[in-house]
């Protein structure tokens, strides 16, 4: 399956140090949206993402967050410092109604309030630098092989578990935005619908956890969120 929004592929560019910070991220932004065909012009679109947005925004505390589309076919869903969103009209064409635009948006709010880019980047620096130490003293060995695969698994369990921790923050800032909380349940099947078939290599399986171990969690949270039915 391609990757899938922010709920399946999360692409981050991750802040460098602090005096190139603002300019990386510029330039980031700039490249992302020429590689991507440009931005795409709708006003009916452009004023339902801002209200999501600022629906959204103010159920996480008042943090204001910059929706925007990407004139590509492909789904997609990119974060950018700054608190910039940017989804695909490929992505946009996936979802059924305006609680599941908002699942994918609160879905990449979540990582860009927890920091989790910020935190990969770290560690991807910590394992390329130690490994890069061993490397350089044990080019031909096994040893340092196993210990690059190491740093790499470090990263990439990092990775399923922020997911996992944007699947739960964004059904709760879905249910205090008064969206509907199942919403990312719909969405996590329709990402499960066209995935790859069984036993198939799928781009992002390192770093993201099976959709049908998202859809389980993710209808365990749901279910605490849903009313009670009178007897």
């Known amino acids: 399956m391609m990757v899938l929004s922010g709920l399946a592929g999360c692409q981050a560019v991750n802040p460098g ?8 991220a510029d330039a980031f932004r700039r490249r992302l949206v020429q590689e991507s065909g440009g931005l795409y012009s709708n006003p009916e679109v452009s004023r339902e993402l801002a209200e999501i947005g600022k629906r959204l925004s ?37 979802t059924d109604d305006e609680s599941e635009i908002a699942a994918v948006v609160a ?28 490397a350089a003293a044990l080019p031909d ?25 944007a699947d739960a923050m964004a059904i709760q800032l879905l249910a205090e935005a008064e969206y ?18 069984p036993g198939a290599r799928r781009s992002y399986n390192t770093s993201h956890p099976l959709p049908s171990d998202r859809i389980e969690r993710a209808e365990a949270l749901t279910a605490s969120y849903q009313p009670e039915v009178a007897e």
């Open 141 to 165: 060995s096994d040893r340092v092989r196993a210990l690059l695969a190491d740093a790499s698994a470090q990263v990439a369990d990092l990775s399923r578990q922020q997911e996992l921790e």
């Open 107 to 134: 879905h990449e709010m979540a990582h860009i309030l927890s920091g989790h880019a910020e935190a990969r980047a770290r560690l991807g620096r910590q394992a390329a630098i130690s490994s890069a130490d061993i």
């Open 58 to 94: 103010e159920a996480a505390g008042g943090r204001p967050m910059t929706i925007l589309v990407l004139n590509s076919p492909i789904p997609d869903a990119y974060i950018a410092p700054g608190g910039y969103i940017y989804l695909t009209r490929g992505l946009l064409a996936l």
């Open 17 to 24: 140090p602090a005096p190139r910070e603002q300019s990386e």
């Open 180 to 197: 509907d909380p199942a919403a990312l349940v719909r969405f996590l099947k329709t990402m499960q619908s066209m995935d790859a078939p």
